[in-house]
């Protein structure tokens, strides 16, 4: 069954890649960052300067990550369908599906800590996978103190040096800021969590995270999630942080949160369990429907003030303007967008100017609505 539902899923995220053009981080990864995400991105571009193709190693990871969960979701629930349900809960997360079809880390992250999490980080195959990860990205510093935590929990305290050591090492070879002028981002960052599972979901998330760590025994799931989301939220209190940093260690409560909700239902009589089954069903139908406004964001052009999803068009649509009268190359104020441009075969020159003030006006549209309004003018008018 999983591989069918896999075959689906891989439908909806291909669909979801070819419907956006490159937004503004992502053109800023593939030519104006650096590490092993840009050296990636840009190799495919200099190949085949294509969307799906830039974006196909987050597509192809991001249907991975899928199977990945389901063979964890197997060591912590009784049943397969259980594993089932959490890879496909998992996979409907509304930050799950977004970061599937664009250009990310996201998740190369969770694939690799999966693939650690499978491997045990006890064993000398985790083991060595930590080292590598080390060197690969310092979001990684966060997993490497959960399972630091795991190892004193269960006393295994050499383990416990090793991954406070990798920690360490990480702070150390990445940085990790914590300074700046104290500002609080705690609402902020509450609120960026609720979107990544979906507002009701969050709130179980959050029961789930409470419940484990006053009442039951706590796994390396557990430490995951919670010491992700938990300094997610420490960090908050003085400082904006990045939580692509933190998120993709987060969605492993899904697995958490599926082996309580189980275990609640199971423990009660079947004439007890339709209040779980009607919680069950409005949490997930709600966590569906942000599904849906992601992927069919379109429908909202003309309905929202600030559409969040509105960059992604506007770069290629506006490239597409340009080529048709003519412009290869052109100069813009905007950076972001001029990045956008390149992707889509658009230099920088001083032939022409883009500006919102005079020139030629350019309407850009999507299905009959204006999303923005540009202006072309030579150089020397």
Not at 214 to 235: N, P, Q, R, T
């Amino acid at each position: 069954m999983i591989f069918y539902y896999i075959l689906f899923y891989s439908f909806i995220l291909l669909y979801g890649t070819l419907k956006l053009g490159i937004g503004p981080d992502e053109a800023k990864i593939v030519f104006a960052s650096s590490g092993w995400l840009h050296t990636l991105a840009n190799t495919l571009y200099k190949i085949y300067p294509h969307e799906l193709f830039v974006r196909l190693p987050v597509l192809l990871i991001s249907i991975a990550n899928v199977y990945l969960i389901y063979l964890l979701a197997k060591r912590y629930v009784k049943k397969e369908q259980d594993a089932l349900l959490a890879a496909v809960i998992y996979s409907l997360l509304p930050a799950v599906l977004a970061t599937g079809v664009i250009l990310n880390k996201a998740p190369f992250l969770i694939f690799l800590t999966a693939l650690l999490l499978l491997l045990s980080p006890f064993r000398i195959g985790g083991m060595i996978l930590a080292l590598v990860l080390l060197f690969l990205d310092k979001a990684f510093a966060i997993l490497f103190l959960a399972i630091a935590f795991y190892a004193l929990y269960k006393k295994r305290w050499r383990y416990a040096f090793f991954y406070f050591i990798l920690f360490c090492a990480s702070w150390l070879l990445f940085g990790f800021s914590v300074g700046g002028k104290p500002k609080s981002y705690f609402l902020d960052t509450f609120g960026v969590f609720s979107a990544i599972f979906s507002p009701l979901l969050f709130l179980y998330f959050f029961y789930v995270i409470y419940r484990v760590m006053i009442k039951e025994y706590k796994d390396v799931l557990w430490f995951v999630s919670a010491v992700a989301f938990l300094f997610a939220l420490f960090l908050s209190f003085r400082q904006k942080i990045n939580l692509l940093d933190f998120a993709p260690f987060a969605v492993f409560g899904v697995i958490l949160m599926v082996r309580t909700f189980l275990h609640s239902v199971r423990s009660r009589l079947p004439k007890y369990r339709k209040k779980f089954y009607f919680a069950f069903v409005i949490v997930i139908s709600f966590m569906i429907l942000n599904d849906a406004a992601l992927f069919f964001n379109e429908l909202l052009f003309g309905h929202l003030k600030r559409h969040f999803a509105k960059q992604y068009y506007i770069g290629k649509l506006l490239a597409k303007e340009l080529h048709q009268r003519g412009i290869s190359c052109i100069t813009t104020s905007d950076t972001s967008l001029s990045l956008q441009l390149q992707f889509y075969g658009i230099g920088l020159c001083s032939n022409f100017k883009l500006s919102k003030t005079s020139g030629e006006k350019i309407n850009i549209r999507y299905n009959n609505r204006i999303l923005a309004n540009y202006y072309v003018s030579k150089s020397n008018e």
